[in-house]
């Protein structure tokens, strides 16, 4: 067994944890290490208008649709995918199935208790960091707040709710005092979590099968915490990097949107963390996130997605995506020109993000509007649009009758997890599958 093996050892118990890679590299180790490989996942709620963001012919001689012209700059950096789906029938709050492959109500009973795919990376990258991951939402709350980040033990990881907290967690370091009283509290919680384990132990033996998967989960969650303590304790008197302006505030989605995405960009350059994941808006229609569509001079996003079954609604719902699709693009251009730290290149080189919806329009779970980018030094094969049905779709104003991606499939869609599959493994885990995953997409 390695040396740089490291324990959690409490009342006689011995817990293995990761290989935690920050533990060993001193800051000098740092400038002469490899550059760091990083995901972003990027999702909004109510997908894209499909007849203005999927292109008409496939591979590399696709054509520029009006959704996708807000991102034409990035076309040899961008791949383009459709029937890519869960198979899941999601309708409201199916973004929660978006980075899982699984509904939340049937974690339990998977054998990776439904981890999403940026905590299944950051289990594998992010113990480098100060942060393993970034969770961003716009707001809170189980049926509003972010709902995309899972834990291997089914439990929905808290977003960052703005800018403002996101921005006090990258730049803000706490006072001696505080630094101190922060520790008390962690060993605090190790004791805490020390004296449950036992009287959980002592109950194994009298437990049938159910109750002895549930105590697995519980175990599991003990894992995850004791695993972020041991990385919140190391990281309490390491400083953070000095923040590049004023604390902003919080001011409501329409103004916090590229603020978010450029504090993003600027975790990623400290190295504060190496995954992140952003959902934009809440399904619900509830709260001022909901208000993002006054960005482009309409009122609710949910309503706007809702009625484009009126005479024009097509034509607004897709302003609205192409200002979400020209925010995506900003953000990709701001990694494109921001220089890889202490190494060569552009950061978006090395940063694999993702972009896309659990619905391809209002709330149909079926055939996801995706968009993969950067990672050009991990492997990935960009400027193509990958359509694995080979059937297109011709989008017009509302006739009264079935939209044609409406209508019964005419081919057979793929696990998105067989793209989930690709990215971790091109990110270099050493993983075989991920949720019902049947293979890797070698197309890109």
């Not at 995954?275 to 808006?281: D, E, F, L, W």
């Not at 607004?316 to 020209?326: D, H, K, S, T, V």
Request: charge should be neutral.
């Amino acid at each position: 067994m390695s040396s740089r093996r490291r324990f959690l050892k409490s009342a006689g118990v011995l817990i293995a944890l990761p290989h935690l890679e920050s533990l060993d590299l001193q800051a000098s180790d740092r400038k002469t290490a490899a550059p760091p490989v990083r995901m972003v996942c990027v999702g909004n709620e109510f997908g894209m208008y499909p007849g203005a963001f999927w292109p008409q012919t496939f591979g590399q001689e696709y054509e520029l649709t009006p959704l996708l012209k807000p991102l034409g700059q990035h076309r040899n950096d961008l791949t383009v995918f459709s029937h890519l789906d869960h198979g899941l029938k999601g309708g409201h709050f199916a973004v929660h199935t978006f980075l899982t492959g699984i509904k939340s109500a049937d974690a339990r009973f998977a054998e990776d208790g439904g981890i999403s795919l940026d905590q299944r990376a950051a289990e594998h990258v992010g113990s480098q960091t100060r942060f393993p991951s970034l969770t961003i939402g716009s707001e809170g709350g189980l049926h509003g707040g972010c709902q995309m980040s899972w834990t291997r033990a089914g439990t929905r990881v808290p977003p960052i709710p703005g800018p403002r907290e996101l921005f006090r967690a990258l730049f803000l370091n706490e006072s001696k005092s505080a630094r101190a009283k922060a520790e008390d509290r962690i060993s605090l919680r190790n004791s805490i979590l020390d004296s449950v384990r036992e009287d959980a132990q002592s109950l194994r033996r009298r437990l049938n099968k159910s109750d002895s998967r549930k105590l697995e989960e519980y175990f599991s969650s003990v894992r995850d915490v004791e695993t972020r303590l041991q990385l919140e304790l190391q990281w309490q008197n390491v400083p953070k990097p000095t923040a590049p302006f004023e604390e902003p505030a919080n001011k409501g989605l329409t103004k916090d949107l590229p603020l978010i995405y450029d504090l993003m960009a600027l975790a990623l350059e400290t190295d504060s963390t190496r995954v992140a994941t952003y959902q934009i808006g809440r399904e619900n229609g509830v709260g001022r996130s909901d208000h993002l569509a006054r960005a482009v001079g309409f009122n609710l996003a949910h309503q706007l997605s809702h009625e484009t079954k009126e005479t024009g609604g097509w034509e607004r719902f897709a302003i609205y995506c192409g200002f979400l699709n020209e925010e995506y693009g900003r953000f990709l251009q701001r990694l494109r020109e921001t220089p890889e730290p202490n190494g060569e290149g552009a950061m978006l080189d090395n940063t694999l993000t993702f972009f896309g919806s659990a619905s391809s329009a209002f709330h149909l779970s079926r055939n996801y509007p995706l968009i993969l980018a950067g990672g050009k030094n991990l492997g990935f094969k960009h400027g193509q649009y990958i359509n694995h049905a080979g059937m297109n779709f011709q989008g017009g104003p509302w006739l009264g009758k079935r939209e044609p991606w409406q209508d019964e499939a005419k081919g057979e869609d793929l696990p998105l997890s067989n793209l989930y599959l690709t990215m971790l493994k091109r990110l270099g885990m050493p993983v075989k599958s991920f949720a019902d995953s049947s293979g890797v997409i070698d197309q890109v």
